[in-house]
């Protein structure tokens, strides 16, 4: 079984202080069956968009204010119609501050602190709203050229895995970004979440 994601990214900014990104994706299901089979497989595709707002520098402070709906598209039909299956659409709202910005100003570091609300769009519209809460801070030291961070987070309230706190640690160098991240919590099966490890690279 294999599962394929393709996405285009697109990010502008409208006015002054308000940004805009869009997210185009492409997925698509696939489980096939070598040897001897009964039939030679399934395949599904559907699409989803993510649109988002971002609003920075509200009233001269170091404040940025964002919303988005992720996840947005059509039923994802493996069989018929009767059988689709909705896409995981979410609601998200949330806020960021950079601590040692204003009135605070430490050369060399940066700290940011965040929050995010989120909610299912399904049961925003059945009135059954159960959101869950996401904090983290990211603390970094500029060495030279280099950029060293230091995240931390913690989740409440998301019915798709225990709560509990991450920690992390990045590296940025010119258009190189390296990251790696490990959930402190534990899954149903008892067993410890993987180590994550990104990287990025910025045209």
């Known amino acids: 079984m294999r599962n394929h994601l393709g996405v285009a990214s697109l990010a502008t900014r409208v006015w002054d202080r308000l940004n805009l990104g869009v997210n185009f994706k492409i997925i698509q299901f696939r489980q096939s069956c070598r040897g001897q089979c009964l039939d030679a497989g399934v395949t599904a595709t559907t699409y989803a968009v993510d649109v988002g707002l971002q609003v920075t520098d509200l009233a001269g402070l170091p404040l940025r204010l964002g919303a988005m709906v992720a996840h947005a598209g059509p039923r994802f039909q493996v069989r018929n119609e009767e059988q689709a299956d909705p896409l995981p659409t979410r609601v998200r709202v949330s806020a960021g501050y950079e601590v040692l910005g204003r009135p605070v100003e430490i050369p060399g570091l940066e700290l940011h602190l965040t ?30 050229e280099a950029m060293l961070l230091v995240r931390a987070g913690y989740v409440r309230g998301n019915g798709e895995q225990l709560d509990g706190a991450a920690v992390g640690v990045g590296f940025r160098y010119d258009r190189f970004d390296l990251g790696v991240a490990k959930s ?7 067993e410890t979440e993987p180590v994550h490890v990104t990287f990025g690279l910025i045209f």
Request: no cysteine.
């Open 115 to 144: 929050a995010e609300i989120e909610d299912r769009w399904r049961e925003l519209q059945r009135s059954s709203s159960s959101p869950a809460l996401y904090l983290g801070a990211e603390l970094g030291a500029a060495v030279e």
């Open 184 to 190: 402190l919590a534990t899954n149903i099966a008892a």
